[in-house]
């Protein structure tokens, strides 16, 4: 499902017609001949399956590789981004944040319908606002917010393919609820922690994690205000397990604890995992939320 395209309202992509004139129509430069730079900040939608993450490869197939080739074919000169955090291969994107700048003055909606027209089908921007240059795209965010979307059943994904989990022993809610609970707060989550993670420090502020059960479907959604490589497919790794009732809510005291990857669960798999963005403050003016959101369990 294709959620629509907008900049603060619905916008469907044009022709190449169409965007040649956007390209041309609104562009300008300062009297005098010098560019004034502008900052915008972008919300972006991808799913991630058949990219190798957000972060640009010498292989040219990464989310951030798509999206800056297809703004600066727009802009018809380079254009470099910077995103609100990184995800890995498999995962996917309802509300990325980049933010760039560009001496190019053009509309919001000519930077929506104009980039879409250059990116592939599973990658659209959603949102363009103009920004200060105070505007960070990553320093900015209060917190980052993810979802992990998990199917309970007997038979494996098929039409949810890569987009879901998947369990096929019964878990219950509230033992899951229970050890969510003791994550909450500032912690050392290295027993979370991927080996190659690059963050300065393992402490982080676990703000909120919900649980919740939609048929089939659990939906777990985690805020705080960052996260560690790894961190969320971690602790899901360990959800599961006090859910299946292989480990009781109590043993999530026992993995914070230790510290350390060994006594932490397996990592579990990136194919229902959604960076559901960024969290600003109201002044900065910017959208909480994507169509896409309604698409999810």
């Not at 951030?64 to 995800?87: N, Y």
């Not at 309802?94 to 990116?119: C, I, K």
Request: charged share 20%; proline share 8%; net charge neutral.
């Amino acid at each position: 499902m294709r959620p629509a395209e907008g900049a603060g309202a619905n916008a469907m992509a044009g022709t190449a017609g169409d965007v040649q004139g956007l390209a041309s129509s609104d562009a300008a430069v300062a009297p005098g001949g010098v560019p004034p730079f502008q900052r915008w900040a972008l919300g972006v939608s991808y799913s991630g399956h058949a990219y190798q993450g957000w972060q640009s490869q010498p292989s040219g197939n990464t989310v951030q590789d798509k999206l800056e080739a297809a703004l600066s074919q727009f802009a018809a000169q380079p254009v470099a981004t910077i995103c609100a955090g990184r995800t890995d291969a498999g995962v996917h994107g309802l509300m990325q944040v980049v933010h760039f700048d560009t001496p190019l003055a053009r509309e919001a909606f000519s930077w929506v319908r104009g980039t879409n027209a250059f990116l592939p089908p599973d990658i659209a921007v959603q949102w363009a606002h103009p920004v200060s240059e105070r505007f960070h795209s990553r320093a900015s965010a209060l917190a980052r917010r993810y979802a992990y979307v998990l199917l309970e059943s007997p038979v494996r994904p098929s039409v949810d393919a890569h987009r879901a989990g998947w369990v096929f022993r019964p878990m219950q809610a509230e033992p899951m609820r229970q050890a969510a609970d003791r994550l909450l707060g500032e912690h050392d989550f290295s027993s979370f922690r991927a080996s190659g993670c690059q963050a300065r420090s393992p402490v982080k502020t676990m703000r909120r994690i919900t649980i919740e059960r939609r048929g089939a479907y659990w939906r777990f959604e985690f805020e705080a205000n960052a996260f560690l490589h790894h961190m969320i497919r971690n602790i899901m790794g360990c959800m599961v397990q006090v859910g299946q009732g292989l480990q009781a809510p109590e043993w999530m005291d026992t993995v914070l604890a230790a510290r350390s990857r060994d006594a932490a669960a397996p990592t579990f798999a990136p194919d229902g995992l959604y960076f559901l963005g960024p969290v600003y403050e109201p002044a900065w003016g910017l959208p909480d939320r994507t169509p896409a959101y309604d698409w999810l369990p």
